[in-house]
């Protein structure tokens, strides 16, 4: 039978950010099985890789900063002198109703962990990014009426943030990691997990062919139950595959100066640029619009009228330069969510050998370097340059709920 020392199921971000982490401090024989013929078959295909920092957990936060931090020193991390994907480095900016004293708080805690972030008043917002209109007063996205838009008081800006390119960044993790020994088996998939007296020894795969390994990651994104469910784990968390949707326009001319990131409160939506500035990807932040239970391997892959009017009501509104009648194309992708607590569970099971990286919801493309890296020194004991010092209790699979108010991408 064919052996690894490590089999990671699933090359997605997370599964390859793994591999890499890997790869970065031992030689062990690591073995990535993707049922994909290409990559990009998962979220992360799907993903509008937007790095930003500000969650409600300083755990998370450090996590976003320490995947980021691989972003931005992509050729060092991968290895790569010359890497597909590239770091675009926008900022983001957060315009919430709550005004300066969240932004001044937001900041500082910000500052603690060594993320550079400031707070803009309306005239340095609207000198630095003409386009963005600093109201705070809701849209109404149910009739679609306007309204007199206030100016606006303070803004958080992080200066570090920005989005990334997700299948060029899936492309080069291949490339680094086949050159530094792994091995990638694409179109294999994998049945299920192997045990034997509580541990983990091996694949089947859906041709009936073994392989051995004392050492399994499940990061098979929106499939994870497929794989936990049979080990008895699946109703351990409540892992739902939801579809998400995403709205992409061409930018008109009328539309003046940089777009950073933007995560709209008032409107629930977050939107960047895309190819250099010339298309805007837009997307929603509210829980409403993360909670619809599909098959990942069957789901509706179209932009439904009713979110597209509502969210292009929303943008209208933050980029007054729009028209008011804009041609859009769309696409659907896929979250993973943990419906408990809305993050993700990392690290070894009670079944010896078997490590999960499921449930990363629409956050886990900033972090999946650091998550890698959480994995790669449970796995391995050893430790390398761009881990992470994020305690591996915060996302254990045996962790109890943590309290939230935010049940969303923002949580
Ligand atoms: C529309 C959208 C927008 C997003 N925007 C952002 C964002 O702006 N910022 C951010 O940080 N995150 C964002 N996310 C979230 C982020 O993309 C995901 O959290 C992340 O990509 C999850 O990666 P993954 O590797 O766990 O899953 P996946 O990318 O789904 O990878 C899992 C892989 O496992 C494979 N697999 C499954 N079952 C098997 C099997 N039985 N055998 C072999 N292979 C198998 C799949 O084919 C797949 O390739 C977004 C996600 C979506 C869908």
């Not at 983001?92 to 937001?106: M, T």
């Not at 800006?157 to 997700?166: K, Q, S, T």
Request: net charge negative; aromatic share 6%; proline share 6%.
């Amino acid at each position: 039978m064919e052996q690894a020392d490590i089999i990671i199921i699933g090359a997605g971000i997370m599964g390859l950010c793994t591999a890499q982490q890997i790869a970065r401090r031992s030689a062990l024989r690591v073995l990535v099985v993707e049922q994909g013929a290409s990559l990009g078959l998962g979220s992360s295909g799907a993903s509008s890789a937007v790095c930003r920092h500000r969650y409600t957990q300083d755990e998370m936060m450090m996590l976003a900063r320490d995947g980021i931090h691989a972003y931005r020193h992509w050729p060092e991390f991968t290895g790569l002198p010359a890497p597909r994907a590239t770091f675009h480095n926008t900022g983001a900016l957060w315009i919430n109703p709550a005004g300066k004293n969240w932004a001044d708080v937001e900041s500082q805690r910000m500052a603690a962990m060594d993320i550079r972030a400031s707070v803009l008043d309306t005239a340095v917002l609207r000198e630095r990014f003409p386009a963005i209109n600093p109201c705070l007063t809701p849209p109404d996205l149910i009739t679609g009426a306007g309204h007199a838009c206030d100016s606006g008081s303070s803004f958080l800006f992080e200066e570090d943030a920005g989005y990334f390119d997700p299948v060029d960044a899936l492309q080069d993790l291949a490339e680094a990691v086949t050159s530094a020994g792994v091995r990638i088996s694409m179109h294999t998939s994998v049945a299920r997990i192997i045990t034997s007296g509580g541990s983990v020894t091996g694949i089947q795969l859906k041709d009936g062919r073994r392989i051995g390994a004392g050492m399994i990651v499940n990061a098979t994104g929106p499939w994870c139950d497929r794989m936990l469910e049979p080990l008895g784990l699946a109703g351990r968390w409540p892992l739902s595959p939801v579809r998400i949707q995403v709205i992409h326009l061409n930018r008109p001319e009328a539309v003046q100066g940089t777009i950073p990131v933007v995560c709209d409160l008032v409107g629930g939506i977050y939107f960047r640029e895309q190819n250099n500035g010339q298309q805007i990807v837009l997307g929603s932040t509210l829980e409403e619009d993360e909670r619809e239970e599909v098959n990942p391997d069957s789901y509706r892959n179209w932009v439904d009228d009713h979110f597209k009017a509502s969210k292009l009501h929303a943008l209208q509104h933050r980029i007054p330069a729009l028209p008011a009648h804009l041609g859009v194309t769309g696409y659907t992708g896929l979250y993973t969510v943990n419906t408990a607590d809305v993050h993700p569970l990392v690290g070894p099971t009670e079944i010896e050998g078997l490590f999960v990286a499921n449930g990363f919801s629409g956050h886990g493309f900033k972090a999946a370097p650091a998550i890698g890296s959480l994995l790669a020194q449970q796995l391995t004991g050893l430790q390398s340059d761009f881990d992470t010092r994020v305690s591996s209790d915060f996302l254990a699979f045996d962790r109890s709920p943590i309290p939230v108010d935010a049940h969303n991408v923002l949580a």
